[in-house]
């Protein structure tokens, strides 16, 4: 080996050296559920998102909470909305991680095709090249969550950021959320899913269900009563198979949520939590929603 060759093994060497050491920090936003204890373990800075209800700005999870929004929103005279944070928001973060000692930054945010939060995300990013990687996670709620909790758990272990994004789309590709919704109406009216615009009258008065996956939302069918609905939703938990994590998810449904964990009998993740979903992803679903989000075991596994 020639002193010149020997130079650029030994600075190639130095460089994947340093991009092993790399500090990386995780952000998401608040429409991942994470839990706040769950989010100051693993390091990940949450940005809040934004709902307006009657006029009022709120961040996610400030001023008013969960329960108190879904008893409120069937007697609401205005429709809440939903807004991103803007993008200064997300700049000011990436510079304070950045400036307190971290090299990194990978940000898991909601689909993009429901949201602007992730353009938003984008654009604060823009004066950090490539030291910040934005994801689109394709998912809603633990769906993203669950993205950001595997990048956290592999960057505290100061894995480079290469194999954190890669551990993020592993995951995105076995992420899944279902639910059945009490009405169509939420989502009819948020206008973000075009085939529930169409259905109006009577189907409004059965109990929807949808499949989030790949940044679509999928009308997966309907039953007529809420009890025929749990028990549909506990079929299509049992036939997906082995799981790497589970979350149980409701919209102000709480006493129900317990009971379709307390009716799962097959081997599953310990304890999974149970999460009343932020304000931001339930304006556009509606109080008494019932769900879960999975991440699927590789069968390499």
């Known amino acids: 080996m020639s002193v010149a060759s020997a130079k650029d093994w030994q600075s190639r060497q130095d460089c994947q050296s340093f991009l092993n050491a790399m500090k990386t920090a995780i952000v998401t936003d608040s429409t991942a559920d994470i839990a706040p204890q769950v989010a100051e373990t693993l390091g990940i800075r949450v ?7 009657e006029g009022k700005s709120y961040e996610d999870g400030q001023g008013l909470s969960r329960r ?7 007697e609401m005279k205005r429709v809440p909305t939903t807004a991103s944070p ?22 898991i945010h909601v689909s993009s095709t429901l949201s602007s939060i992730c353009d938003m995300a984008s654009l604060g990013a823009r004066p950090f090249g490539e030291r910040v990687q934005v994801i689109d996670s394709e998912q809603l709620t633990l769906g993203i969550g669950f993205q950001a909790i595997a990048a956290a758990e592999l960057a505290a272990q100061g894995a480079p950021m290469d194999e954190i994004t890669a551990r993020v ?19 009819r009216r ?13 189907l409004l008065r059965i109990k929807p269900f949808v499949e989030v996956y790949g940044g679509r939302v999928l009308d997966l069918g309907k039953t007529r009563t809420r009890r025929k609905g749990i ?15 589970l979350a149980i998810l409701h919209t102000n449904a709480e006493e129900d949520a317990l009971a379709f ?41």
């Open 261 to 301: 964990r307390d009716r799962i009998t097959w081997e599953h993740p310990p304890s999974p939590p149970i999460v009343n979903v932020t304000t931001v992803i339930g304006t556009h679903v509606g109080p008494n929603g019932l769900g879960f989000a999975v991440v699927l075991k590789d069968v390499a596994d």
């Open 231 to 245: 028990a549909h939703l506990l079929e299509l938990l049992e036939g997906l198979g082995p799981l790497e994590r």
């Open 68 to 74: 108190e929004f879904y008893e409120r929103l069937p």
């Open 169 to 187: 789309a592993d995951t995105r590709r076995r992420a899944r959320v279902y639910a059945m919704l009490d009405t169509l109406e939420y989502v």
């Open 190 to 202: 948020s206008g973000r899913v075009g085939w529930a615009r169409a259905r109006i009258g009577a």
């Open 47 to 53: 940005i809040p998102a934004i709902v307006v209800v």
């Open 86 to 107: 803007p993008a200064g928001k997300f700049e000011a973060a990436y510079r304070q991680l950045l400036d307190s000692g971290y090299d990194a930054v990978v940000s």
